[in-house]
């Protein structure tokens, strides 16, 4: 069984805060319930090579919204998306980690995010599985460096497992 990812949206694929704009062989402007997007195109590329390491799910505020603008953008097929229930929150990601912890119960989990806190790397390290927090920067979203380590540490749990 593959290891999960769960992948936020904003801060890694929908990238903020930057002084220059992505050039547009790199992004895309996406108009999503009002508000402008700068959605990452090399971030699609790089979850492409992502999913043949892991299972992917959205764990994003936008919920099933990441299904209806990012596919199809992104060259990716829909994904399991986590539900929140109304708890986003800006600022955080410790909102997400209830349902992270069901929906990764058993298995291995890495997280990309760009708003990790304290709670959230206390509770990767209290997992039983083996976990993994990949940290992004808001204004560059998802780049190699991070999912070249994703893959490493997607096939070095491969190899312990004797797969």
């Known amino acids: 069984m593959r290891p999960v ?3 936020d949206v904003d801060g890694v694929i ?3 805060g930057f002084d220059t704009p992505p050039p547009p ?3 895309r402007y996406q108009l ?3 508000m402008l997007h700068c959605i990452s195109l ?4 790089r979850l492409q090579r992502l999913a043949e390491h892991f299972e992917l799910i959205w764990a994003t505020g936008w919920e ?9 953008m992104l060259g990716l097929a829909e994904l399991p998306h986590l539900t929140f229930d109304g708890a986003a929150r800006f600022g955080s990601a410790h909102w997400k980690l209830g349902p992270l912890d069901e929906y990764g119960r058993g298995r291995a989990l890495a997280w990309l995010d760009d708003n990790f806190d304290e709670s959230c790397y206390r ?3 209290g997992r039983k599985e083996p976990t993994l927090l990949v940290p992004t920067d808001p204004e560059k ?3 190699e460096v991070e999912t070249e380590a994703l893959i490493a540490w997607g096939r070095s749990l491969a190899i312990e497992g004797g797969g």
């Open 141 to 143: 979203g998802l780049q």
């Open 5 to 7: 990812l769960a992948v």
């Open 42 to 45: 090399r971030a699609g590329e």
């Open 123 to 125: 509770w990767a390290r």
């Open 64 to 72: 099933e919204k990441a299904n209806f603008y990012l596919p199809t």
């Open 25 to 27: 062989a790199e992004a």
């Open 32 to 34: 999503v319930d009002g």
């Open 14 to 16: 929908s990238l903020f």
